[in-house]
């Protein structure tokens, strides 16, 4: 059982952080009022610490979810 939440703890660290990478915009567009436009972005190091954070809150979701699953499926056995 160990093993198995440890591969998933793993893969759902690495598949979130990918496709946070691809949804996630780096730079926010804003208009104000007068219409113009203007162009925030974040740095290289937030960005990849942000996507870090998030993928490590879905992996810690996707273990206790995947260790309930799997606790009330060997007790029914």
């Known amino acids: 059982m160990e093993k198995f939440?440890?591969?998933?703890g793993i893969y759902s660290f690495t598949i979130?952080?990918?496709?946070l990478f691809v949804v996630i915009p780096r730079e926010k567009y804003t208009t104000d009022?007068?219409?113009?436009s203007s162009i925030?972005?974040?740095?290289?190091p937030d960005f990849f610490f942000n996507l870090a954070r998030y993928?490590?809150?879905?992996?810690?979701i996707a273990v206790v979810v995947m260790y309930f699953v799997k606790?009330?499926?060997e007790?029914?056995?």
């Open 40 to 44: 925030e972005g974040t740095s290289y």
């Open 16 to 19: 979130s952080f990918l496709l």
């Open 75 to 77: 007790k029914k056995d």
């Open 5 to 8: 939440l440890l591969k998933t």
């Open 33 to 36: 009022l007068n219409g113009m």
């Open 55 to 60: 993928s490590i809150i879905i992996s810690i």
């Open 71 to 73: 606790f009330k499926k």
